[in-house]
């Protein structure tokens, strides 16, 4: 690999932002990574509750219900009620919390702003009825307490506090013993018997009027988001679940895919530097998806590259102005470029950049979307799909072969956050799912994030709408498939979606050489 590092960003555009939530010592694969992303964790403390003087008998209902809110404590009830709940959340010792663990029965607990949860189907909580289950562990809620009773006590407790303080939170036989000393928060990513992996945050607690709460950085995708998850589920966490970098003389190369949705109007964004991208991953080669870039603007945007990655090829549709769009940006020069398949049909709309390197082909593709009403569904599956496995095995016959970008198909339910409400949606249909498989997977490529993750839920797209990604409720569109002879050499196959300015985030893969 090349060890170019890029001294000046000036993408000025090409400024790929990067959501400054998570820390990057931790995501980044690099160890000449720089910069640091992570934000301070808000601290609430209940201390200051009763400094003006005021007891919970004399407030009003009101300033009650605004102090109790003010510490995330629910207030459902009379004056009566809320006075119990007052004096009960700031007089009992609370030095340790149980760990969270749900079966197969437990509640999911998911950002829905403010629906109430059916105690028969146990769906989604909120996260003030998530803060009502916090502060009744021990508790004062006689609904919370009949719950408790389904399932047994686990010795830790840990609550995913996420913005809207969403977690995974299960049944609890017993109130948390106060006697045992303060952990530190924990990472788990295992799953024991019949109970699903819980997600952590820090919450630790003092006494009486010093119950100091802090919350993670605001992680969504660490929330596991699924409207019918499996038992043996978790959510992908970069942080955890990266493998350490390799090392300096491990010969590898590292490459990233990204759908831009509308390079130009990324470009626009301040919030946003690709200089802090490229040191954090260090990556050689970056492929794009939908630039939306017509031939005219090309040459200007290769003139504010980053500087070390003089290489970029470039394909735009002439079909449709504005559309579409792939490209390669490299720092290594590659032995040979080529742009579409060689049928004019399907190489109008600049879909597909194939670079050769030493040792593999490297394909940046943007697959059809079977569009509004599946009007583009029949395309897609009998032509496009097709030809476009013909192109990649033929690739192959002389050296392996790395298809990356927007495929637009999640291929399992595992893959996108409601299956059941998508079965007719462009990208889940049963066609193009089937399709997936039988010209790509079938025919010896490897989804390289699934054969690491095979129980991980990682989504890398989500609809602006409806707070998509803000609730983690999104698909798994981007892949990196590799031929099966090299499969064994990827390293890491990564998401992400810490990485804002697009509807997706980025992907990567690490393949040793």
Not at 259 to 277: D, I, T
Not at 355 to 363: M, R
């Amino acid at each position: 690999m090349i060890g170019v590092i890029p001294k000046n960003l000036k993408i000025g555009a090409l400024n790929f932002g990067i959501s400054r939530r998570m820390g990057c010592q931790e995501l980044s694969s690099s160890s000449k990574s720089k910069c640091s992303l992570s934000s301070q964790p808000e601290e609430t403390t209940a201390e200051g509750a009763n400094n003006n003087g005021e007891t919970s008998a004399g407030m009003t209902v009101q300033e009650l219900k605004t102090k109790l809110r003010s510490v995330g404590v629910p207030t459902a009830g009379s004056k009566d009620d809320l006075v119990c709940t007052w004096n009960k959340f700031f007089s009992e010792e609370v030095d340790e919390f149980q760990e969270v663990v749900e079966d197969e029965k437990s509640t999911r607990v998911n950002d829905v702003h403010g629906e109430k949860v059916s105690k028969r189907k146990a769906k989604s909580l909120s996260a003030e009825e998530h803060a009502e289950v916090m502060s009744t562990v021990n508790s004062v809620d006689k609904r919370s307490t009949r719950r408790a009773k389904q399932t047994h006590a686990d010795p830790n407790i840990t609550v995913e506090t996420c913005g809207h303080m969403q977690s995974r939170v299960a049944k609890t036989k017993s109130k948390a013993k106060s006697n045992t000393k303060k952990e530190p928060p924990l990472n788990t990513n295992k799953v024991s018997g019949k109970k699903a992996t819980c997600l952590t945050s820090e919450v630790v607690s003092e006494t009486c009027n010093k119950m100091d709460v802090s919350e993670l950085p605001v992680e969504p995708w660490t929330v596991l988001a699924h409207k019918k998850p499996q038992k043996d589920w978790i959510p992908y966490n970069p942080r955890t679940m990266r493998p350490p970098p390799l090392a300096d003389d491990a010969k590898h190369v590292k490459l990233m895919s990204w759908n831009v949705n509308g390079l130009r109007a990324l470009l626009k964004l301040e919030s946003f530097s690709a200089l802090e991208l490229a040191q954090r991953e260090d990556f050689d080669v970056l492929c794009l998806q939908e630039t939306k870039l017509q031939e005219k603007d090309v040459e200007a945007i290769k003139q504010r590259l980053l500087e070390g990655y003089e290489n970029s090829f470039w394909t735009c549709s002439v079909s449709k102005l504005g559309y579409s769009g792939t490209a390669i940006i490299s720092r290594i020069p590659p032995v040979s470029v080529r742009y579409g398949v060689g049928i004019s049909d399907h190489d109008n709309e600049g879909r597909l950049v194939t670079t050769e390197f030493d040792s593999f082909y490297l394909i940046s593709g943007y697959v059809p979307n079977s569009g509004d009403g599946l009007k583009r569904l029949s395309y897609r599956t009998t032509e496009w799909d097709p030809t476009l496995s013909n192109y990649v095995k033929e690739l192959e016959k002389s050296k392996p072969v790395i298809l990356t970008g927007d495929l637009n198909c999640a291929h399992q339910e595992i893959d996108i956050y409601n299956p059941a409400g998508n079965k007719r949606s462009a990208g889940f249909t049963i066609e193009e799912r089937m399709s997936f498989e039988e010209n790509f997977l079938k025919k010896g490529f490897v989804d390289t994030f699934r054969k690491q993750h095979p129980n991980v839920v990682g989504y890398t797209y989500w609809g602006f709408r409806h707070g998509g990604r803000k609730n983690n409720r999104g698909w798994r569109l981007d892949y990196f498939l590799v031929s099966e002879s090299i499969a064994d050499k990827v390293h890491d196959s990564f998401i992400l979606p810490d990485v804002t300015g697009s509807d997706h985030c980025p992907i990567g893969l690490v393949l040793k050489l």
